[in-house]
Structure formats: C-alpha cells, structure tokens
C-alpha cells in the first residue's frame, strides 16, 4: 500500500501532495496523519497542495477531517498554495473549507503556524523563544 | 407590356451577353484605384466576379429588379460573405464597395449597344439598372458597417483588457484599479487574472477599486464576491475600495450580502488597512536639524 | 451538432474514477479549455463518477467531443444501473459540508457546467449528461 510521506519540521509536520490522489490514498493520509500527531506531539500540521490541479469534494472532506482531528489533537492545520483555477472551482462548488487556514505557499504557512503557537506549545516542544522569533526551525527527525 | 418588354430585354442582353459584360466588369475593377491589385491575382478577381454575375443572371430572371425581394437571397448572401471579408481585412469602404459598383459601367455600356433604336427604352433600362446597382452597392456597404463595428468593439474588449493592470502597491499589496462598465465576461477575465498575480507576486493582500465603475449588477457584484472567497481559499485577502453611493444602494437593492468582505470609500483608506495588516506604519520623516529650531521636544 | 470524437469508460473501482478525471483532462485540454474550465469539467468529472461508483453501485462514463457552429464543447455522460434517486430536485439542492455530511451534491457539479441533464428512477438506475462549452 502507497503512503505520502510526512515531513517533520520541528514541532511540526508537512504534507505535500502532488498530482491526483485517489480515494483509498486520502483515506491512509487521514490515518497516517492523526498517528504521526500523536506520536510526535506535533502543534501544527502544513498541507501543500501547489502540485494539485483539482480538488473536489472527497479532497476537501479529506482536508476538513484533517483539520478537525488535528484540533482535537491540539494542533492547527494551514493548506498552502491552492491553485487560482482549483480556488474558483471550489468557490463554484459551494465547498466552504471552515476551520481550515490557508496561506500563498509553505512560508507563509510555517509562519503563520508559528504566529499561533502558544506559550505552553513552545515549551512542550522544547523550543525557546529566540527559536521561535528567529524563525530558526530545521528539518529534523 | 413595354414594361414587360424592357424587363425581358435587359435579363436577355445579361443572359446572351454575360461573358463580354464580366470580362469588362474586371477590366473595370483592376484599373480602377479602389481595388487592391496586391491582394487579388487577375484570376482570383475573375473567378469572384463571374461567381456573382451567375447569381445576378438567375436572380434578374427570376423576378423583378428588387434585390431585397426573395429571389435576390443568394446574391445578398455573396455580397454579405464579401463585404464581411473585407471588412475584417481592413479593406477601405469604397475598397469594398468598388466591386459592385464597378459592373455598372460595362452593363450600360452593352445596354447602350444593343438598344440602339428606342431611345425611350434604353434610357428607361439605364435607369432601371442604375437603381438596382446603386441599391446593391448600399447593400454591400451597410454589410461593411456592420461587420467594422464588431471588428471595433472586439478591439475595445481587448483594450479594456489591457487597460485594467494589476499594479503593486507596496510589498504584497497589489491593486487592481477596474475603470468603466464591466460586463460578466470581461469581469470575470481581469479577477482571474488577478489571483493569478497573487500567486506569482505572493502579494497577501489585493484591493479591488470600483471608483470608475459607474454601475455595478448583480453578475459583476457576485463574480467579485467569488473573488474575494476564492483569494481566501488560496491565502490572500481581498478589500473592495471605491464604492459610490449609488452602487451601494444598487448593492443593498439587488439583496447582495457582502458578507464579511473588508469594503472602503476610497483607494486610500484601503492602502491604510493594508499597510496595517502588514505590520507597516506611515510616519512623518523628521525636519532637517538646521530648521529644528524652536519647536523640539 | 456533430461528435467529433467518443469513447466510454468503466466507472468499477476508485482507480476507475481516477483514470476518469485524467481522461477528461486530457480531451479538455486537446479541446484547447482554458485552465480554469478544464479545472471545472474535470472536478464535476469527478464527482459524478465518483457517484456513479458510489451510489449507482458501478457504470459507465462515456466522453463525447462536441461541435456546434464553431463552437467545441465536451458532453460527458454518466450511466448505471443502480438504485436510482428518490428526490431528484432533493439532491440538486445538497450543498457539500466538510464536517462529513452526505449528499451527492448534484447542485455543485451544475454550476460547473453550461448544461445539466439528469434522468433517474429509482430501482431504474440514473443517466446524468453535462456538456461544457469552450
């Protein structure tokens, strides 16, 4: 069985998925996810989706559980670079991504996830706040 | 019956002598100034015309000399398919019209020749066959007209489309200045183009001003409400600034919910919020020391 | 109008549904779309295959590539012999939630499209045909 790979950066994990993901692939996403969650502790989950040229219900259901199951694990999800087409096809769709944040592209994200990083969060992960300030996240294992 | 007589003579004359009238008519058309001679060989020119000269011979037999009666249809349609054509082509008016107007010459000419004892007749058939001409010549340039006027408007679509740049205000602040009556289509080009800019500049913030947008309906107001949604799916904010009065009534009339869209009066007051939402503050620049006289601290 | 070209697909498996959006993706783009309608064919694409899989327990999607006064256009049409739908006018309405809420959202795929037809009975199986134009 096919797995996307999870990055971990720091205290938290990125995702990127390229080009068309069937049915049974997003379902081991959703799993894959919510376990490395737990097991890392992770505070924030980064989605990249600049290589996906469409995204229909099922991706955005996908999307929506991952943002969900990441709250109650306490940690926030941000999607990344949706693509102006797949932007105004969802919006044609009715497809409301509540609860999901987006940013233009991984930096953003990553920043954007730091922003909402809370005091306790950057204790527990082990980061002191000249890290956090200075943007100074590694990719590690 | 001299009516009936001069009808059947004239559509004779065409039928017996149609070979000799085209060969003239071409002639007429390659030394006169308004054919272009680049654009047409001698063949292409003679193939065109003796096209024409068949419909017009079966159209003359087939009726009266009205060419807006029925049995002038397909002659109309040749002249409308070659009006059309060189409208598009850049052709002049009398360019185009010259082709009709031209066969008159070597029809009158042989008229002349072959009605040359009832001079009543053949001046009441000059008559008759200059008035048809004429009125198939206007033919042909209210064909042009038209087909210049679409030629102009598709040219005033793309030039609007030009004209409504994506313009960076500030580092990732772009704005989009829309001037003029928008319709669905063109709308709906210049907002795609819009969040195509955003991605590529990563500008986070995109204001949309309406200042020269006389009128807005309910077509325009939901293709910018689909913008702004779908530049938050994508990660950027969209604030519309520049709405007037009257478009704010029109708003509110067409039920439109503007939801939690950021709106402003001016361009201005939207430039504010965006620098605001960069972190960015505008501040004085201190006066040169010299003139920090009296008034410090 | 003519056909200028068609070809039918299996819609058996989620791989099926897949191959479905490549393939209407490809004929979108040879049909010279611009990239935000082939993203709007594809997605409906990807619906109603997906529906046809799922509620019509398996079918067919058959690719036609249309031309009409000039006009090109791609008409897909998606057929099973399933359980039917109840509510037609019920299912056009169902919005899509991302908090798992069912729905076939029929209503979505119309807006993607510039024709929607959908015939269905139930325990007759459904037959929904969308034609994009360029």
């Known amino acids: 069985m096919e797995h996307i790979p999870i990055l971990r950066m720091g205290p938290f994990l990125l995702v990127t998925i390229q080009v068309d993901m069937h049915d049974q692939l997003a379902m081991t996403l959703q799993d894959d996810l919510t376990n490395r969650i737990s097991e890392t502790g992770a505070k924030g989950v980064l989605i990249d989706i600049s290589s996906l040229e469409m995204v229909d219900s099922f991706i955005g259901r996908m999307i929506g559980n991952i943002a969900g199951m990441s709250r109650v694990l306490d940690a926030n999800t941000v999607v990344v670079g949706m693509q102006p087409a797949v932007a105004i096809t969802l919006v044609e769709l009715g497809l409301s991504l509540k609860g999901v944040k987006t940013a233009l592209n991984v930096e953003k994200g990553m920043e954007l996830l730091r922003k909402s990083l809370t005091e306790s969060d950057i204790e527990e992960v082990g980061l002191d706040r000249e890290e956090t300030r200075n943007h100074g996240l590694t990719v590690c294992h | ?297 | 109008m003519t056909v200028r070209k068609q070809e039918i697909m299996a819609l058996r498996s989620v791989i099926d549904v897949s191959a479905a959006r490549q393939k209407v993706r490809s004929w979108a783009t040879e049909l010279r779309f611009s990239i935000v309608d082939q993203t709007k064919i594809v997605t409906a694409a990807s619906e109603l295959a997906r529906n046809t899989l799922i509620y019509g327990k398996g079918g067919t999607m058959r690719l036609e590539a249309l031309e009409s006064n000039a006009k090109r256009g791609l008409r897909l049409i998606f057929e099973d012999q399933g359980p039917g739908i109840p509510d037609i006018s019920q299912a056009l309405q169902d919005g899509f939630t991302t908090g798992g809420g069912l729905g076939m959202g029929l209503g979505g795929s119309k807006r993607l499209v510039s024709e929607f037809e959908i015939d269905s009975k139930p325990g007759e199986g459904t037959r929904i045909a969308v034609t994009k134009w360029c």
Request: proline letters at 3%.
């Open chain 2, 1 to 297: 019956m001299e009516r009936m007589k001069s009808n059947d003579q004239f559509e004779m004359i065409v039928q017996k002598y149609w070979e000799g009238i085209l060969g003239d008519w071409v002639e007429e058309q390659l030394s006169s100034t308004g054919t272009r001679k680049e654009l047409f060989s001698k063949e292409e020119l003679r193939t065109q015309s003796k096209e024409f000269i068949l419909l017009f011979q079966e159209a003359i037999s087939a009726g009266d000399l009205d060419p807006y009666q029925p049995h002038w249809g397909k002659v109309r349609d040749f002249l409308s398919n070659l009006s059309r054509s060189r409208g598009e082509n850049g052709f002049s008016p009398t360019e185009t019209a010259t082709f009709v107007f031209s066969i008159k010459k070597p029809l009158m000419a042989r008229l002349g020749k072959e009605i040359n004892n009832d001079a009543r007749l053949l001046f009441e058939e000059l008559s008759r066959v200059s008035n048809l001409i004429d009125k198939l010549g206007l033919f042909t340039t209210e064909v042009y007209q038209k087909t210049r006027e679409e030629v102009i408007r598709r040219q005033q679509d793309e030039l609007m489309e030009l004209s409504t740049p994506v313009v960076k205000l500030w580092s990732g602040v772009l704005a989009l200045p829309m001037i003029g009556t928008l319709d669905s289509n063109r709308t709906q080009t210049v907002l795609e183009a819009l969040l195509q800019k955003i991605v590529e500049t990563e500008a986070e913030i995109a204001i949309v001003d309406i200042t020269g947008v006389p009128t807005v309906d309910t077509l325009v107001a939901q293709h910018l409400i689909k913008t702004v949604t779908a530049a938050r799916l994508m990660g950027a904010e969209c604030i519309i600034s520049g709405i007037r009065p009257q478009i704010a009534q029109t708003i509110v009339h067409l039920g439109v919910d503007l939801g939690d869209i950021i709106t402003k009066a001016t361009l201005a007051d939207a430039l504010a919020v965006a620098l605001q939402r960069r972190g960015l503050r505008v501040v004085a620049v201190q006066a040169p020391r010299a003139l920090q006289t009296e008034a410090s601290f």
